[in-house]
């Protein structure tokens, strides 16, 4: 159990950097989505909807039980949960669309948004509906919550961010009634449900890897820090991080984070990448040193083989930001993006070798 005191031998305690709220405000949407709570990748795949056979085996609903094919495209839609209207997109690619229609289930990616950022601004910053068409999964992109409802947008991954964490916003209910909303509505394989985000919306990926481990299949952080204030998932969870080792919004090293103005009453220091590597290799019974490979200006540790059958990853990009590799700067003022790893593309591999136990 992870519980949020002192963590690294610090008294002090940790909170998510406004690196990740700020990043979409004040430094632009860019900083904290695009640049902007205590982790084998081979070659990319093409689709990978569960068969009829399969699905009735892995225990997901029978035909007649599951939700007809849905319509390739993209639609905004929105729940009430708590007494709040959430907003979120759904992306169906057309692959996805004609698996479900010869009976098969469908795997589900939900990206989280950086603080001050939106569902819309994520999904460009990420390419992830792209990669949704190159390998047939559902892609969904939630909003967080703001005092101007459409912008400056944050989540409560627990000691942070912004508007949620300060009015005790429950975007873990939100994110639950979300994916019960889609199981409803999208023939959804409930084995392979996953979950990222980029800063303040790595840090609820983490918080969501914590507290719904017996839902979420995988969970992967973009920048993000692990700012829970408590972690003790109920599995082994598969983890992967991808963090540029001169980001001072969130830093990788941690620390006090360089933007502040969304922050006000709240801590400034995050975690650092290394605690949350220790953390999650100890849950999940992995060495605690990786092998290391490194091709210009990319490090990757793989923390394995794990006892628990889980697997714990990390990209380090040396000399970036805070940004989404691979992905798209949003905002002039971001941190510039760098090309590789494509982590969209990483993190899916990742995933569709780490399906939920059976």
Not at 17 to 27: D, E, K, N, Q, Y
Not at 39 to 59: E, F, R
Not at 136 to 163: E, H, I, K, M
Not at 201 to 221: L, Q, T
Request: charged share 15%; glycine share 12%.
């Amino acid at each position: 159990m992870m519980s949020r005191g002192r963590a690294g031998g610090s008294g002090r305690r940790r909170v998510l950097a406004a690196s990740a709220l700020l990043t979409g405000a004040v430094v632009g949407l860019a900083a904290c989505g695009t640049s902007a709570p205590g982790p084998a990748v081979g070659s990319a795949s093409g689709a990978t909807p569960v068969s009829t056979a399969a699905a009735a085996a892995s225990g997901v609903p029978s035909a007649s039980a599951r939700p007809p094919a849905p319509r390739a495209g993209t639609v905004d839609r929105s729940l009430t949960v708590g007494g709040l209207e959430r907003t979120y997109r759904v992306h169906v690619p057309a692959a996805a669309t004609r698996a479900a229609a010869g009976g098969a289930v469908l795997p589900v990616v939900v990206v989280l948004h950086g603080g001050g950022g939106s569902g819309r601004q994520v999904e460009q910053q990420s390419g992830m509906s792209a990669e949704a068409d190159r390998a047939g999964f559902l892609a969904v992109y939630p909003d967080g919550t703001g005092r101007l409802r459409t912008s400056l947008l944050t989540w409560n991954a627990g000691t942070c961010c912004g508007y949620a964490h300060q009015n005790n916003i429950d975007d873990v209910a939100f994110l639950s009634a979300l994916l019960d909303r889609l199981g409803r509505e999208y023939p959804v394989d409930t084995r392979r449900i996953y979950v990222t985000g980029m800063s303040n919306g790595g840090m609820m990926s983490y918080r969501i890897g914590c507290e719904h481990a017996g839902r979420v299949a995988a969970i992967a952080a973009v920048s993000g820090a692990l700012d829970t204030v408590t972690c003790t998932p109920s599995r082994a969870v598969p983890v992967i991080a991808f963090h540029g080792t001169a980001d001072v919004r969130v830093r990788y090293d941690g620390g006090e984070s360089s933007l502040d103005s969304l922050r006000k009453g709240e801590e400034k220091v995050d975690r650092s990448v290394a605690e949350a590597m220790t953390f999650w290799t100890r849950r999940d019974g992995c060495p605690a040193t990786p092998t290391r490979t490194q091709q210009g200006d990319v490090r990757h540790d793989v923390y394995g083989p794990c006892s628990s059958g889980a697997a714990v990853e990390l990209y380090s990009i040396v000399g970036a930001g805070h940004a989404w590799p691979g992905g798209t700067q949003t905002r002039a003022e971001a941190d510039a993006v760098p090309p590789s790893p494509h982590a969209s593309a990483v993190m899916w591999e990742f995933f569709r070798h780490h399906p939920l136990p059976a």
